[in-house]
């Protein structure tokens, strides 16, 4: 089998997380990468150890360029607001991060990135109507790649269906099983139903994410401590749960459970809503995303079979690279007529 390189590519709306596996002598390499999904105007760096430093993260879009990651919260100041509206796949930013994650890719040694199978997500709620348009506009940046959209939600439920090597996963039977997916993010949170080897269309949906929690926590600060802060300093306190002020480090995890408490209440009956019924039926509810370990403690008070993945942050990026070793393996035994599974 001919070696390839295959990318699972998560670009959340507070950080994008990156999965690549490549062949290697019989063997699949694997690396993980995750930087903010903050994007600025470039500008001059003229010092010349910070510009070596921001060497990897200028990328053009056409006739533009752009400061990501780091970089860009650092030079650019990015607040990360631009992310926070639902055509945002469509914005030259969205691109930056995208054609970033590849450069960065490149850089950190991943082989064959030009030529590399990439899968990518779109929340559920905008799938339908924005992949095509986005396969395209990936597929002219990238000509060489071979690019597949998918729903977000999709990639922890691929990550439990196959292996990390691409088959799949004998504990788990598809065609004979109900499994649902919570997937949070900062922008959205996603959710996806699987019966019977069946995604069920009207239980794909999207629901507020962890922005939800991050503006409770800004309100919350300002009026218990009377301290300020900005929605990107907010959504990092929300995972470290301690807020630096003055020199000063104030662990502040009584107000984060506090601020979180409004959006667990509305993924829940989010989720009763989509699943209805099935929820009792169900095999398992897989929560992930990087609000997943903040929300399962109280899905699961609710549904004992709501169960955080492992690595939550990465479950779709690593998903989505699973799924894209599978459709090349699954492709390659069609072509010998052995036929597969994978769509």
Known sequence: MMQQTYIGIDIGRSSTKLVAAWDHDGSIQRKNLIFPSAVSPA???????????????????????????????????????????????????????FLGSLHKLRLGGVPRVDT??????LPAKHYASQHKQLAKQLSAQAPGCTVRLRPQPLGPL????????GREN???????????????????????????????????DSGPGMRLAAEQLIRELQNHRGISIDLPEATE???????????????????????????ANVV??????????????????????????????????????????????????????RFAIAYHRSQAAVNVGQGSKVA
């Open 268 to 321: 829940a009956q989010k989720a009763e809503q989509l699943f209805g019924q099935s929820v009792r039926k169900l095999n398992g509810i897989l929560v992930a995303g990087g609000g997943a370990s903040l929300i399962q403690p109280h899905l699961a008070a609710q549904w004992r079979h709501a169960r955080l993945v492992e690595d939550p942050r990465f479950a779709v990026a690593e998903g989505f690279c």
């Open 158 to 165: 691929m990550r439990a269906l196959f292996l990390d090597d």
């Open 116 to 121: 590399a199978i990439l899968v990518l997500g």
């Open 237 to 263: 306190i929300l995972e470290k749960k301690v807020v630096r002020h003055f020199g000063e480090s104030i662990n502040v995890e009584p107000l984060v459970l506090e601020a979180v408490r409004p959006l």
């Open 43 to 97: 500008i001059e760096i003229t010092d010349a150890t910070t510009a070596q430093h921001a060497r990897s993260d200028i990328v053009a879009v056409g006739e533009r360029t752009f400061f990501i990651g780091k970089t860009a919260l650092l030079q650019g100041k990015d607040e990360m607001t631009g992310g926070l509206r639902d055509d945002w796949a469509a914005r030259p930013e969205h691109m930056a991060l």
């Open 170 to 204: 004998p504990e788990i039977d598809p065609d004979n099983e109900r499994w649902a997916v919570i997937e949070i993010g900062q922008y959205t949170t996603d959710f996806a139903l699987l019966e019977h080897g069946q995604v069920i269309e009207t239980a794909s």
